[in-house]
């Protein structure tokens, strides 16, 4: 078979994904007459044979089942990946992209958030969801810098603005201390008041 300058890109000008295309049906008048069609054809028939002794054999081999324990393991894994959200670079990457050796879960900075306010009496967390803040400013450029959003309910009798101040100030401190990123910006809605 032979192949033009592009490697998907048969003899005759036709794209081997065309061919692939239509591998099931019967071949065209084009394909009748083309030797690089036939050969192409041909080719695509055997791994099609190929690939589906493989599967059947795989499906046979008892070796390659997995337990119903491995099975539990794998879907718990998955769970607590898809629970842990978004991953957070520590150090913004020197080349510029959004790689980053180290890096902590979105889950895990509101974990810390979470448990700062449930230290308070009188304010309970609600939902919190964290993100970076691009355009962080600070004296260093490699600095993460996040934004979180915080929703609590107060207690009808302490709810005051230096109250909710003084829980901000708290969170930004907790998060630079216990994560190592700035809690730039730390929104705090008030969505429920509650009895003491």
């Known amino acids: 078979m032979a192949l033009a300058n592009s490697t998907t890109r048969l003899g005759c000008g036709r794209e081997i994904d065309e061919v692939w295309a239509n591998a099931d049906a019967p071949p065209n008048a ?4 083309c030797p690089d069609c036939q050969a192409a054809r041909a080719s695509l028939a055997e791994l099609n044979t190929a690939t589906r002794e493989l599967r059947s054999s795989d499906r046979e081999d008892p070796s390659l089942r997995l337990s119903a324990d491995l099975v539990s393991k ?9 629970r842990r959200g978004r991953r ?3 150090r913004r990457s020197q080349s510029g992209t959004d790689e980053a050796d180290l890096t902590v ?3 895990a900075i509101a974990t810390v958030i979470r448990h700062t306010c449930d230290q ?3 304010i309970e967390a609600r939902r919190c969801s964290v ?7 600070g004296p260093d450029p490699d600095a993460v810098a996040i934004r979180a959003h915080l929703r609590v309910s107060v207690a009808a009798s302490t709810a005051s603005p230096g109250r909710i101040e003084a829980l901000r100030q708290e969170i930004i401190a907790a ?3 216990q994560v190592g990123v700035t809690a730039q910006i730390v929104d705090i809605d008030v969505e429920d008041v509650h009895d003491a």
């Open 74 to 82: 794998i879907t718990s894994i998955a769970r607590a990946e898809v």
């Open 105 to 107: 879960s979105e889950q």
């Open 175 to 177: 998060v630079e201390d």
């Open 88 to 90: 957070i670079p520590l």
């Open 30 to 33: 084009h394909e009748m007459e």
């Open 120 to 122: 308070l009496p009188d």
């Open 131 to 137: 993100e970076v803040v691009d355009d962080a400013a």
